[in-house]
């Protein structure tokens, strides 16, 4: 399995670590304020990350390169920042609002990087490279 699969797996186990325990402090305290956090780090830490990962494990000849690297930095960074910062936006920390901003536009740009290399032909590494 490519070096990227383990990768996006790793973290995608993390953030279903977070997201169970996140889910399971608001069911033991009946308090589901942060329902919204718990969401997005379950289906975009979670579920997402392992689709990239499966993606990269089916594909890996896509899983080469630098751009790889780059959309599994910049999707992860960006889950992160938006989960942990949409978390104490929910609890009341209106200064979050830019942090949830920037998490976001990460993620959004993680999720182009990887429709830019599932749409590339088949057999075609992801690399970024100079043109020749």
Known sequence: MPAISHLFFRAGILFLVVGIG???????????DVIGAHAHINLLGWVTSAIFGGYYALN???SQGLL???????YTSGVALMSVSLYLLLKGNTGMEPLVAIGSLLTAAGVLIAA???FMPAGVPARMQAAE
């Not at 996140?22 to 589901?32: E, T, W």
């Not at 790889?68 to 910049?74: A, D, E, L, S």
């Open 22 to 32: 996140l889910g399971l402090a608001m069911s033991i305290s009946q308090n589901h």
């Open 116 to 118: 830019y290399i599932f």
């Open 68 to 74: 790889p690297r780059v959309h599994f930095w910049i």
């Open 60 to 62: 890996p000849a896509k």
